[in-house]
Nanobody, 123 residues
């Protein structure tokens, strides 16, 4: 399977914004659902769902990011983006993108986790 590669993380002050990008490392069939997840340092288990989007534009967000984060996609390129506004220190994490098994199984992913991109929100 083609690996997904994340980019765009960095250090930002509380209240700031970042835009993350996710793209396949090679050619890939059209992906139906793409999602962003995050893993807080020291937390065990799989990364937590942040946002997901279907090919036809349906979206879902974790309650903690609703109204602040926006997921978008370029279907033709199989890419996904995460616009993060009004960032808070508790948003600090490594962010990953992945392909969930289905819209009803967003917590089950189908690709190996990539390197992710670190987002640090701190003054």
């Amino acid at each position: 399977q083609v690996q997904l590669v994340e980019s765009g993380g960095g250090l930002v002050q509380p209240g700031g914004s970042l835009r993350l990008s996710c793209a396949p490392s090679g050619s890939s069939p059209s992906i139906v659902v793409m999602a962003w997840y995050r893993q807080v340092s020291g937390k065990h288990g799989e990364p937590d769902l942040v946002a997901a989007m279907t090919r036809d534009g349906s979206t879902k967000y974790a309650d903690s990011v609703k109204g602040r984060f926006t997921i978008s996609r370029d279907i033709s390129k199989n890419t996904a983006y995460l616009q993060m506004d009004s960032l808070k220190p508790e948003d600090t994490a490594v962010y990953y993108c992945n392909v969930p098994r289905s819209w009803r199984q967003l917590d089950i992913t189908t690709r190996n986790w990539g390197q992710g991109t670190q987002v640090t929100v701190s003054s």
